[in-house]
Structures are given as structure tokens and as C-alpha cells.
């Protein structure tokens, strides 16, 4: 089993916020990590953060066929096979369900769960030569309760929750290992721009009491890369105060 070192990372979603914190975290562990954004200003931002590292911004849109084979492709060429993909890429859109467009919809759902979809398919064939690779999908805990006015973002969620367990039977006997990551609230920019009310209420619902940060979920994916974690497969971890207890 590799270590963390050893790897060659795919972080997509990674300009900003848990992506950012984990690309970040596995770049400083020692691996080669493409740190892939929709917008190639922010994916080089976090490629700044990182001097000395081996880092590359590629940007692409994770829902694109296309722009994913670009994303694999370069992967490929300055470091070879990716043996570690996070699929982190997503968007947030808060809306009541009878006021959601089909557009709405169907931009939740291509971001998170078909870009989750065409990123593992494009990785699986190598990570299979090799009998060896980890995919860590990022989920949400309201993958597992919902949430209000986020129905689709909720269902983006757990879908990539079942997809991430069908994957696990499907290929942990060939050597690579899937699991997914479900965090709850955590300050994020986009967290951070709700208002102090809403904040401070949420958090006095948490058993801890307060937010987590975007880099104890890099400690997650950290660990599920790991040697380490060896025994988890189909697995949705929760860094979420408290908030869901499964």
C-alpha cells in the first residue's frame, strides 16, 4: 500500500475551501497533486501556497467529458498515473423545492454526481492495472439527513454516497479503495458569508459546540489514503461536531 507520499493526487474543486485544505495537505505530505478548479485563477492560488511543491493547476469543469480527459491527461504527463482522486468539486444553490428550475437540477446534479461519475471512470482503468488506488468522494451530511431548501444538492449528495458504496463492492478486491467523506458545518468562505445569527444558532446545536475547519476534513482524506485505513472501504466518514451521529 502506498503511503501518502507515494502518491499522485487528483484534488478537484480545489481553488478554494476543503479543497484547497486538502490538496494542500497531501501536496505538504509528500504527494504529486493536480489540483483542478473551474476557474484556473483559483486553482493557481492554491498552486502559489505551495512553492517548492510538486503542485500543477489545471483548470476544467468536472461535469465536462472533455475538460476531465484534459485534467487526467496532464495528471499523466507531469507525473503520471493518478493513483489518489478526491472528488471535491461542487456547487451550492439554496432554493424551495417547488421554485427549482430544471436547470437548477441539472447543474447540481452534473457538477457533483456525474462530474463524481466521469473523474472515478477516467482513474479506475489505471488504478486497476496497477491493483492498487483510493478514490475519496466528498459528500455531505445532508447526503444522509437532507436539508431544507437544498433538495438538490441533497440528492447530488447521497447519490454519491450510494455510488461510493456499489464502488467498494465492486472493487475492493482489486485493489482499490473507495470511501467518502460527509462533513458537516464548516468554515468555509461560503459559511462564512451566512449571517452571525444563523451561525451562532447552528453552532449552539453542535454537541462540540462550534464549526470544524476545512482542514479537519484534509485530516480525513489524509487518513483514508493512508496505510493506515487499510480495513475502510465503503465507508462515509463524518467530521461534523457532532451534528449526525450514524
Known amino acids: 500500500m502506498r503511503t501518502l507520499a507515494d502518491h499522485v493526487a487528483i484534488v478537484t474543486g480545489a481553488g478554494s475551501g ?3 485544505a486538502v490538496a494542500t ?5 509528500g504527494a ?7 476557474s484556473g485563477d483559483a486553482a493557481q492560488a492554491t498552486v502559489a501556497v505551495l512553492p517548492g511543491m510538486r503542485v500543477r493547476a489545471v483548470q476544467g469543469d468536472v461535469a465536462d467529458a472533455d475538460d476531465v480527459e484534459r485534467l487526467f491527461a496532464s495528471c499523466e504527463r507531469e507525473f503520471g498515473d493518478c493513483s489518489l482522486l478526491v472528488n471535491n468539486a461542487g456547487i451550492v444553490h439554496q432554493a424551495p423545492f417547488e421554485n427549482l428550475s430544471v436547470t437548477d437540477w441539472d447543474r447540481m446534479i452534473a457538477v457533483h454526481l456525474r462530474g463524481t461519475f466521469l473523474c472515478t471512470r477516467r482513474a479506475i482503468p489505471a488504478m486497476l492495472r496497477a491493483g492498487d488506488g483510493v478514490i475519496v468522494n466528498i459528500a455531505s451530511q445532508l447526503g444522509q439527513i437532507g436539508g431544507i431548501e437544498l433538495c438538490h444538492y ?6 454519491i454516497i450510494g455510488l461510493t458504496k456499489s464502488l467498494a463492492r465492486e472493487m475492493s ?9 460527509a462533513p458537516g458545518p464548516i468554515n468555509t468562505e461560503l459559511v ?3 449571517s452571525p445569527e ?8 453542535l454537541p462540540l459546540g462550534h464549526f470544524g475547519e476545512p482542514e479537519d476534513v484534509a485530516d480525513t482524506v489524509a487518513f483514508l489514503a493512508s496505510p493506515q485505513a487499510r480495513l475502510y472501504v465503503g465507508q462515509t466518514l463524518g467530521p461534523n461536531s457532532g451534528d449526525v451521529m450514524l
Open 18 to 20: 476543503i479543497g484547497r
Open 25 to 29: 495537505r497531501l501536496a505538504r505530505e
Open 32 to 38: 504529486a497533486v493536480v489540483v483542478n478548479d473551474l
Open 154 to 159: 441533497s440528492a447530488a449528495k447521497a447519490g
Open 173 to 181: 478486491k482489486r485493489g482499490v479503495r473507495v470511501n467518502a467523506v
Open 192 to 194: 462564512k458569508r451566512l
Open 198 to 205: 444563523w451561525r451562532a444558532a447552528k453552532a449552539g446545536e
